[in-house]
């Protein structure tokens, strides 16, 4: 069970997917297949790889240090996740029995 700081964190990084799944809908997704969810969620872990492959004191080509990089590509990899989830929801629902 997270302490009530851990709380205050989590509830931080939620926000800061919350924001950026904002940004998806409803330009981006949902998407047209798995297919098309796969290739975007592949594409932002190559761009969260890129990131942790920096220098501690690189900047890369958006003006981001390495841990503003990480941070900013892998709430795009959670953003994008949901974003996924919602198309799988929608297009291939799970039938409970």
Not at 56 to 65: A, E, L, M, P
Not at 68 to 83: F, L, R, S, T, W
């Amino acid at each position: 069970m997270p302490t009530e700081e851990e709380k205050k964190e989590l509830t931080k990084i939620f926000d800061e997917i919350f924001k950026e799944v904002n940004k998806i809908f409803p330009e981006f997704a949902p998407y047209n297949s798995s297919h098309e969810a796969y290739a975007v969620l592949l594409e932002e872990m190559d761009e969260f790889w890129e990131a942790v492959k920096m220098g501690k004191k690189d900047i890369d080509k958006d003006g981001r240090t390495r841990n503003e990089a990480m941070n900013d590509e892998i709430i795009q990899v959670a953003a994008v996740a949901i974003a996924t989830l919602k198309t799988l929801q929608v297009k291939y629902p799970v039938v409970k029995s």
